[in-house]
């Protein structure tokens, strides 16, 4: 059946479903990620050694972050779960990671999963930041924070939201100047960037 317009009826329907579909992805890899991130959490909390877990989950961030053939590998649907499982564990040990979250690596490379590091590194982080009373502050600097600079912000959204406060900056030298943070759903932008766009939405209302 045809449109007015004489499209398909269903291809203004196309965009949506394709939306539909990523986000039931996505759901989806939370849910497994979910899943080994619990088991592995509980683990290391019974062990006391969830300071462990802690740095093995930034020393794993960072690795994936700074490499686009690891990133590749865990995305991989050509890579066998062997190949996989050597490669991750290779990996993993270079790093100098525990032997529990080695595990966690290999059964989840064992398990065609691995796709979903990512997600697992981010819920971990969440867990590990509730089990602290402590949250991550996302925050957009046009240059390079120093060590007084970063103590004092942390500070001052510790005074906000009333719990210990973990930086997590990026360097976005568009801003111009000053910062974006971002806690949790709260953004604060005092970026010279932000400031010009209001100013020229301003203008254009007055025009």
Do not use: W
Not at 5 to 16: F, H, Q, T
Not at 156 to 172: E, H, N, P, Q, R
Request: aromatic fraction near 2%; hydrophobic fraction near 50%; avoid cysteine.
């Amino acid at each position: 059946m045809l449109t007015n317009s004489g499209a398909p009826a269903s291809y203004g329907n196309a965009p949506r479903k394709q939306g539909l579909k990523v986000a039931e992805s996505v759901s989806i890899s939370s849910g497994i990620a979910g899943r080994y991130a619990a088991a592995l959490f509980d683990l290391s909390q019974e062990s006391g050694t969830l300071a462990a877990l802690e740095g093995d989950v930034e020393t794993m961030a960072a690795a994936l972050g700074q490499s686009r053939d690891l990133q590749a590998m865990i995305a991989s649907p050509i890579i066998n779960r062997a190949e996989q499982g050597a490669a991750i564990g290779a990996v993993a040990r270079a790093l100098g990671l525990s032997e529990l979250f080695l595990s966690t690596l290999a059964l989840m490379a064992a398990k065609r999963r691995l796709f979903v590091l990512p997600q697992l590194l981010g819920d971990l982080r969440a867990r590990i930041a509730a089990a602290k009373n402590e949250v991550t502050a996302e925050v957009a600097s046009a240059t390079k924070l120093s060590a007084a600079q970063s103590k004092a912000l942390a500070a001052a959204i510790k005074s906000k939201v009333g719990k210990t406060v973990k930086l997590s900056v990026t360097v976005d030298e568009a801003l111009i100047g000053g910062l974006v943070v971002k806690v949790g759903s709260t953004m604060i932008d005092t970026s010279i960037r932000s400031k010009l766009a209001a100013l020229q939405n301003a203008m254009k209302e007055v025009g």
